[in-house]
């Protein structure tokens, strides 16, 4: 199975330049627990200058903007609310998914995920829209209404919401606590509405009092905290990795996460390859 969707932009975030942009640069900084002295050694400034910025008697250039931020580890559309803050044009595109120019991009992942058959492996945005996805996605969501997979399935509503997989999760307590503090982390980094208000739906979904918890009948030294579901009644045991592009200068790029999904025990293996075979 492999999805496209391009929909809208996949963080919320507004641009709060009626602050201006010392006051925003102050929030990340104190966001990422860095003082003025520390901020100015990284970006080879003063602490007298970095004051100055914060508190709007200096107006910062361009190249000084970028900097900051690139020390804050600002997100790249964040990056260009502070440029729009300062008096400056946007630096970073948001090229839409499926435009032409991002052809290269979506075959690369497209092969990434295809590849790595039958383990299953998805692509999503900042809003965690599912994108692309392989078979092995595809055979984890068998039975899953139709409502919750169009027109563009969200990768947490399947997995929270009671007609999605979470009946099917043995450690469902678990890995819903996992997924949400996830997204708690992202929420306070990107300050996105869109998000915010998905995790206020999700976080809202009941539990059923006998929600699968705890250990798997015959212990295994699992390395990561496991994703074990039931597919076709067999338990699987997944560890997953999430993987992002190293200095994206597009923040439709910037916001793609790329998850896959690695069989935690022998019996995952041979089942999945049994298969696919």
């Not at 299953?120 to 409502?147: F, H, K, Q, S």
């Not at 708690?184 to 208000?197: F, M, P, V």
Request: glycine content about 6%; overall charge negative; charged content about 25%.
């Amino acid at each position: 199975m492999t999805t496209v969707a391009s929909g809208p932009p996949a963080s919320g975030s507004a641009a709060v330049t009626d602050k201006g942009v010392g006051p925003m640069l102050r929030a990340w900084r104190e966001r990422r627990r860095i003082s003025q002295l520390e901020l100015a050694l990284r970006a080879d400034s003063s602490a007298r200058h970095i004051s100055f910025v914060e508190t709007g008697r200096s107006r910062p250039s361009e190249e000084m903007v970028l900097r900051l931020a690139e020390h804050l580890e600002v997100p790249v559309r964040e990056r260009n609310s502070l440029l729009l803050a300062a008096g400056y044009a946007p630096r970073f595109p948001e090229t839409p998914l499926d435009d032409p120019a991002l052809d290269a991009l979506r075959d690369g992942m497209e092969h990434l995920i295809v590849g790595y058959e039958p383990y299953p492996a998805l692509v999503v945005d900042a809003g965690y829209t599912v994108v692309a996805a392989n078979r092995g996605i595809a055979m984890l969501l068998e039975g899953v209404p139709e409502e919750l997979m169009a027109p563009a399935p969200n990768a947490m509503r399947l997995t929270l919401h009671p007609d999605g997989l979470a009946p099917r999760i043995r450690n469902l307590r678990e890995w819903r606590g996992h997924l949400l503090a996830q997204m708690e982390r992202e929420i306070a980094l990107q300050r996105s509405e869109r998000l915010r208000a998905l995790y206020e739906e999700v976080s809202a979904y009941p539990v059923p009092e006998d929600a699968h918890d705890g250990e798997p009948a015959e212990p295994v030294p699992y390395f990561a905290l496991p994703l074990r579901i039931e597919h076709d009644g067999r338990i699987l045991s997944f560890v997953s990795s999430i993987s992002t592009f190293n200095t994206p200068m597009d923040v439709t790029v910037a916001e793609l996460a790329i998850e896959t999904f690695l069989p935690a025990d022998p019996a995952t293996t041979k089942y999945l390859h049994s298969l696919a075979g």
